[in-house]
């Protein structure tokens, strides 16, 4: 396996990449796989440990390349910041297909709560004239994601929000509605958007099921096509839903809701494009 971390680009020395790419033989002839890139939770204030690396070997282990984006929190992630270094790293995978024996067309996102804002944000801002500049000179569209896995994520910037990774995010205390609805993505899906899965609990008390909800309406209204699952009980960060990210707390065993981890490698596997 090819196992490195690195700082993905010199402006952002807080965020890094970090590899968990099969070392594939000639004598096993593979084809090149999907990539997925994980963007971990922590409400935009920390990257949470129990949504990376588990993540990342779940998805190894199902013939995926995985790469975890360590993004830039707290302070750090005002100005578009960790939206930026998403898109780099989409454009890092893609620019060394090759050498990650990975397919440039199946680059895909997951990400958790905040990470989940994330991943559907490289979706969402993958044109933004903010990122578009950051990316420098480079073929469009080679930071947009080909499909986004989003787990109990933040989206709205609404009544619904969790705002405290809007908040962050917009670096205010008391942002105005203005500058929260820059980060509100329901507001922001169109057509280019790609598809998504989407996993959420009803019963998630930090970061209400509202948020998947408004985020499905999103794509619908604008023919993006999504596969979403509401599991009936479990409490927010699940990850896996099992005993290996449990941290030791029972309520986070869930085997009900662990299926999202199987039915979004099916989902992958047998993804195809939206028509035009």
Known sequence: MLHEKFILDE???????????????????????????????????????????????????????????????????????????????????????????IDPERVF???????????????????????????????????????????????TAGPKAHKGSIRRLCSSVEPTQEEKDVFSLELHVDETTPPAFLWHTYSDGSVPVENSLLMASALRAHGVPFELHIYPEGPHGLSLCNELTCSGKPRMIVPRAAGWAQLSLEWIKGFKAKEA
């Open 11 to 101: 402006r952002y020395p807080d965020c890094t990449l970090t590899t968990y790419v099969n070392d594939d033989s000639p004598e096993l002839a593979m084809p090149p796989r999907p990539a997925i890139i994980v963007c971990p939770g922590g409400a935009y204030g920390f990257c949470s440990e129990r949504e990376s690396e588990p993540i990342a070997l779940h998805y190894l282990s199902g013939g995926l390349n995985a790469f975890i984006l360590r993004y830039s929190v707290k302070e750090n992630a005002k100005n578009f910041a960790p939206i930026i270094e998403v898109a780099l790293a989409i454009k890092h995978v893609r620019e060394n297909a090759e050498k990650y024996n």
């Open 109 to 155: 996102t997951v990400g958790f709560s905040a990470g989940g804002h994330l991943a559907a944000s490289a979706g969402v801002f993958w044109n933004h004239p903010t990122v578009r500049a950051a990316l420098g000179d480079c073929p469009e569209g080679i930071n947009r994601p080909t499909g986004m896995v989003l787990s109990y994520p933040v989206i």
